[in-house]
C-alpha cells in the first residue's frame, strides 16, 4: 500500500513554501472524524477483553469444580484470584494480534514521504499510533530486553540484527527503521522515523549500524544515520544525518539459537511470576471486599472504601518487591556482568516488578 508520496532528504526552502501553500489552501474536514477514530481504538481496547474473559471463566469453572468445598461459593469465590494471570496475558496475546493486523490493514508498510494533518493518510497512521502507545507503553513493558519483543518487532516489519538486544518500547513507523547486528539499544530510547512540520507529517528512515551502543533516553529521529560502532551518549539526539565515531567495547562470544531460546523461556516465566505476585499482593484488599459484600448493608456503599482498597493493594504490592529484591539480589557490586547470566536474570525480574503498573501508579502517589 503507498500510504506516502516518496521524497528523500530534508525539505527544501521551497518545499516548505509548497506546503505552507497547500495547507492553505486544502479545506478538508477529516480532523472532524478524530474523535470518531479515537472511539473506534477504544472499542478495540474493550472488544479484546471478552476473549481473556472467556478463557478466565473457563480457569475458574475448572477451579470450582475441582476445588468445591461444601458447596459453599463464597468459598470459591477465593479461587477467582488464579485465573487472572491467565485472563492478563490472554488479552495481552490477543491485543498484540489485533494490533499487527490493524496495522498491516490501515498502513501496510510505511514509506518514507509526506502528508497534510488533514488528510486520511494522518487519520489513518493517528489509530494506529493510538493503538500502539497502548500495546507498546502498557502491555509490553515487561517484555522490553527479551527475543520476544524482538520477534514482535520484526513481525511489524521493523529490521533488526541477530544479537541485538532491544530494551525499549518507544519503537514506531517501524518498516522505516533498521537496527544492526550486535546492537544495544539501551532503555527509553526513541525510534520514532516521523516529523511533524508545518502541518505535514514526514516520513523518512532511521539506520542504526551493526556494533552501536544507544544511551538511555536518546534519540533517533527521521533521516536519521548511526554509523557501525558509533556511542550515542545518554539523553543524546542523533543528528538528522550521519553520525559516525568509534568507541566499541569487546564483543562477547556469540551464543546459540537453542541457548537463547532457554534464556527467553525463562524470562517468560519471570514475567508469569510477576504478574503471580500482583495478584498476591491484591489478595488482602479482596479479602476486606468479600468481608463488607457479606455484610448487612446497601451494596452501593462499597465504593466509598474502594479507593482505599486500591492504595491498600498497591502497597502490599510494594512491601513484595522490597521483599523479593532482598531475597534475590541481597546486595548489588559494581562491575561487567554477561548479559545471559544468573546476575541479569534477577535484575530483570526486579525490573520487570518495578514497570508494573501497580507499582507506578503507587510511586506517583507517594
Not at 500510504?3 to 506546503?19: A, C, M, N, R, Y
Not at 517501524?174 to 527509553?188: C, M, P, R, S, Y
Not at 505535514?200 to 556494533?211: A, C, E, M, P, T
Request: positive net charge; aromatic residues 12%; proline residues 6%.
Amino acid at each position: 500500500m503507498d500510504f506516502l508520496v516518496k521524497t528523500g532528504g530534508l525539505p527544501s526552502p521551497q518545499h516548505l513554501e509548497d506546503i505552507k501553500t497547500i495547507s492553505r489552501h486544502d479545506n478538508s474536514q477529516t480532523p472532524f472524524f478524530h474523535p470518531f477514530a479515537a472511539l473506534l481504538v477504544l472499542f478495540l481496547l474493550g472488544a479484546c477483553i471478552y476473549p481473556a474473559f472467556l478463557v478466565g471463566k473457563f480457569v475458574a469453572d475448572s477451579l470450582s469444580l475441582v476445588w468445591t468445598v461444601n458447596n459453599n461459593v463464597s468459598t470459591n469465590l477465593y479461587f477467582f484470584l488464579l485465573p487472572i494471570p491467565v485472563a492478563l496475558m490472554v488479552y495481552g496475546i490477543v491485543q498484540m494480534a489485533v494490533f499487527v493486523l490493524m496495522k498491516y490493514l490501515l498502513i501496510g508498510r510505511y514509506k518514507p514521504g509526506t502528508c497534510p494533518v488533514n488528510s486520511w493518510s494522518y487519520v489513518r497512521w493517528w489509530m494506529v499510533e493510538l493503538h500502539r502507545r497502548f500495546v507498546f507503553n502498557v502491555l509490553l513493558t515487561p517484555l522490553a530486553g527479551t527475543a520476544v519483543l524482538v520477534w514482535y518487532l520484526r513481525l511489524l516489519g521493523m529490521k533488526i540484527g541477530s544479537e541485538t538486544i532491544v530494551n525499549t518500547t518507544n519503537v514506531g513507523e517501524f518498516d522505516l527503521v533498521e537496527v544492526g547486528e550486535k546492537a544495544t539499544v539501551t532503555i527509553n530510547v526513541r525510534l520514532r522515523a516521523y516529523l511533524l512540520l508545518d502541518g505535514q507529517l514526514r516520513f523518512g528512515q532511521v539506520q542504526v549500524g551493526d556494533n552501536t551502543y544507544l544511551g538511555p533516553g536518546s534519540f533517533c529521529p527521521a533521516d536519521s544515520v548511526v554509523k557501525p560502532y558509533a556511542h550515542l551518549p545518554p539523553l543524546g539526539v542523533a543528528p538528522m544525518d550521519v553520525m559516525d565515531n568509534s568507541s566499541a567495547y569487546p564483543l562477547p562470544g556469540a551464543r546459540g539459537r537453542i541457548f537463547v531460546l532457554v534464556f527467553t523461556c525463562c524470562q517468560l516465566l519471570l514475567i508469569v511470576a510477576a504478574v503471580v505476585v500482583a495478584c498476591v499482593a491484591s489478595f488482602p484488599s479482596y479479602w476486606i471486599a468479600l468481608q463488607l459484600w457479606k455484610a448487612s448493608f446497601p451494596r452501593f456503599l462499597l465504593v466509598v472504601p474502594l479507593p482505599m482498597l486500591l492504595v491498600l493493594c498497591g502497597f502490599c504490592h510494594l512491601i513484595l518487591v522490597a521483599v523479593l529484591r532482598r531475597l534475590t539480589f541481597p546486595w548489588m557490586k559494581a562491575g561487567i556482568h554477561d548479559l545471559y547470566g544468573w546476575c541479569h536474570m534477577r535484575i530483570f525480574f526486579l525490573d520487570v516488578l518495578l514497570r508494573m503498573v501497580v507499582t507506578k501508579a503507587t510511586l506517583r502517589i507517594l
